[in-house]
């Protein structure tokens, strides 16, 4: 049986059992992390059983229409289970999801089977690879633009940093390049839940902070990546403008994918919608994959206020 647990309900100990025994189990969709990346907002689930599967259900509450959606920061999300989750499987637990939800923008994870679901679905693209090899196969699987950007890169004198306490510098540099972009939708609430989240996975052993420095010993780019069980995922990442020609984030992952290589963990590039970025991870050999995301709404008045909300905000 599948029921909705309220967020008070959930058995912690339970929940962290069978998302990390998951057949795709990630520490981003723990207890205390989803707590953390749910930011000021709730969140509550839908468990089967004695949790032999559980889905958690981030919720938000805007005009006093309940909506679920997919916090920032959080790379796949759906059904977490040993067992397989089939398409059956999936369309009992979204037939589970209250009917008081009247707006769903959920990501799934790529163990969770929608093949064949009745609902409105997105596919979204990221890329991965495989660290398995030795470095010199990963390198030889680079673009030539890439492998020439590197060199360039390594003729400056950079060095690549592990562990400095520079997360809130990587923040800064985001949003004073990238983040300045209106298409970015992060305010400053989502990046304080980012800094919360960085400060536990580090608490944890499970962040990499990395930085690059120039010959001045410059920070001049870093990135966060979260080591999680399978996955070291590309979390979060910036770099100062000024220095743009110096090719320091082609820098910083060459080095890191040297360091990891001939490990059972996947790079998983967390992304990107965006052509230039995604051309940018198959360069480094990163290959596509789909992950898949409901996203429907229901009922006519619902419909109807979404689309005099939208615009209005435009």
Same mark, same amino acid.
């Given at each position: 049986m599948i029921r909705f647990v309220q967020h008070?309900?959930?058995?912690?100990?339970?929940?962290?059992?069978?998302?990390?025994?998951?057949?795709?189990?990630?520490?981003?969709?723990? $207890? +205390?992390?989803?707590?953390?990346?749910?930011?000021?907002?709730?969140?509550?689930?839908?468990?089967q059983d004695d949790y032999v599967a559980v889905m958690p259900l981030p919720e938000r509450c805007k005009h006093h229409?309940? $909506?679920? $959606?997919?916090?920032?920061?959080?790379?796949?999300?759906?059904?977490?289970?040993?067992?397989?989750v089939t398409a059956q499987r999936m369309k009992e637990f979204l037939s589970a999801i209250p009917r008081r939800y009247k707006q769903v923008d959920l990501l799934l994870n790529v163990e969770n089977d929608t093949s064949s679901l009745q609902v409105n679905m997105l596919s979204l693209i990221s890329h991965q690879l495989h660290l398995n090899q030795p470095y010199e196969q990963l390198y030889a699987a680079y673009s030539q633009n890439t492998q020439r950007n590197i060199k360039s890169a390594r003729k400056q004198a950079l060095r690549l940093t592990i562990g400095e306490d520079i997360v +809130? +510098?990587?923040?800064?540099?985001?949003?004073?390049?990238?983040?300045?972009?209106?298409?970015?939708?992060?305010?400053?609430?989502?990046?304080?839940?980012?800094?919360?989240a960085a400060q536990k996975l580090k608490a944890q052993n499970r962040l990499d902070v990395l930085g690059v420095r120039n010959a001045d010993d410059q920070l001049i780019a870093?990135?966060?990546?979260?080591?999680? $069980?399978?996955?070291?995922?590309?979390?979060?990442?910036?770099? +100062?403008?000024?220095?743009?020609?110096?090719?320091?984030?082609f820098f910083l992952l060459d080095e890191y994918i040297r360091q990891q290589a001939q490990t059972s963990y996947i790079l998983d590039f967390n992304g990107s919608m965006n052509e230039n970025v995604a051309r940018l991870y198959k360069s480094f050999g990163g290959q596509p994959y789909t992950i898949p995301m409901v996203n429907q709404t229901s009922g006519i008045l619902f419909k109807t206020l979404l689309k005099v909300y939208k615009a209005f905000s435009h």
């Open positions: 008070t309900d959930i058995d912690p100990v339970k929940w962290d059992a069978t998302v990390q025994q998951a057949l795709f189990p990630t520490i981003l969709c723990t $207890y +205390d992390m989803l707590n953390v990346l749910s930011g000021d907002a709730q969140w509550h689930a839908l468990v229409i309940h $909506y679920l $959606y997919t916090p920032f920061f959080i790379s796949q999300m759906g059904i977490f289970s040993a067992q397989p +809130d +510098d990587i923040i800064r540099m985001f949003r004073d390049s990238k983040g300045a972009d209106s298409a970015v939708h992060y305010k400053d609430n989502d990046y304080a839940t980012l800094k919360v870093g990135a966060l990546l979260v080591r999680d $069980y399978q996955r070291l995922w590309f979390w979060f990442s910036g770099r +100062d403008n000024a220095f743009a020609q110096s090719k320091s984030m």
